[in-house]
């Protein structure tokens, strides 16, 4: 007769035990995750902050309580000062800082400049990414080495010197990055974006994986059409390669393909990134979030 294994009682499992994990995982709960001193003041770091989704982000963390640093190109110091007065304007601390994603060395220094000027880093949301429109028999090496440089190579960075910087604070922390829908289903002319996107996905949750033990949350983001200056350039290429007029392919895509009927606000993005930096989220890490109106159904 069988033995019926007890459901209370002990079961084995094929998890190593924490003693031969590879050394570089923590003990779970190394670091309290209580509402201390340190996280009654939270500060952020949004990269791609001067327009578009990250400049939506950084005033929404801003009207959440947040100090940010906003990170941009030099080509657009002037409206990262911008929205540090917007963010100003909220009664939050502002701080412009100009870097290249694609730099590591710029990057590190953005973490140190944030923590110099606004205290200890809670949240990094690695925003900044390109797109360009181009066939796959067109597209060069550098072209593709372009788009990996700042879409995955830059949310790398940006992870892991925020990462560095939450645990040598010895604090809990939140790790966002720009994913897309690109990255569940790939578009044509696409496919640099894509690739990097779906690679966004997987460094999110390998982050999330190691990071875990350190209460150092990482998720995800994965906007559809957003109305930006972004999608109005790419839009710009699209209409030249394959024809039609400016703002059909838009209306073609957004009233036969998403369910709201609509394209996303820069905002409605903001929202899901408020949600995923906020104490309500301190549970949920290694997800990948879109936010598309009902494109994707995955």
Excluded at 159 to 176: D, F
Excluded at 248 to 255: A, F, G, R, W
Excluded at 264 to 271: G, H, I, L, Q, S
Aim: net charge positive; proline share 5%.
């Amino acid at each position: 007769m069988l033995r019926q294994r007890s459901l209370l009682g002990p079961l084995r499992t094929s998890r190593a035990p924490l003693s031969v994990l590879p050394p570089q995982t923590p003990p779970h709960r190394a670091f309290s995750s209580s509402p201390d001193s340190v996280q009654q003041k939270r500060t952020a770091i949004v990269t791609g902050g001067a327009r578009g989704i990250g400049r939506a982000i950084a005033l929404r963390l801003a009207h959440d309580g947040y100090d940010v640093t906003v990170n941009d190109l030099a080509s657009a110091e002037a409206l990262l000062h911008d929205t540090v007065v917007e963010i100003e304007a909220l009664g939050r601390k502002g701080y412009a800082y100009v870097a290249d994603v694609t730099s590591e060395d710029e990057v590190k220094a953005l973490v140190r400049a944030s923590v110099d000027k606004l205290g200890p880093l809670s949240t990094m949301v690695a925003n900044a990414g390109i797109c360009q429109a181009k066939g796959v028999f067109d597209i060069t090496p550098a072209d593709f080495k372009r788009v990996l440089d700042v879409n995955l190579f830059g949310v790398q960075y940006c992870y892991q010197a925020a990462a560095r910087q939450m645990v040598e604070q010895k604090t809990p922390g939140k790790l966002i990055g720009a994913a897309s829908v690109a990255g569940y289903v790939p578009y044509p002319l696409f496919a640099p974006y894509s690739t990097s996107k779906w690679a966004v996905r997987g460094l999110t949750h390998a982050y999330a994986l190691e990071l875990g033990g350190y209460n150092i949350t990482a998720n995800a983001y994965a906007p559809g059409v957003v109305l930006t200056d972004l999608w109005e350039r790419l839009e710009m290429d699209l209409v030249k390669l394959a024809g039609g007029k400016k703002g059909q392919m838009m209306e073609k895509l957004t009233s036969e393909r998403v369910a709201l009927g609509r394209a996303a606000k820069p905002e409605d993005v903001a929202n899901l990134v408020s949600f995923l930096a906020s104490k309500d989220a301190d549970y949920v890490t290694g997800k990948t979030f879109m936010v598309d109106g009902g494109l994707i159904y995955n």
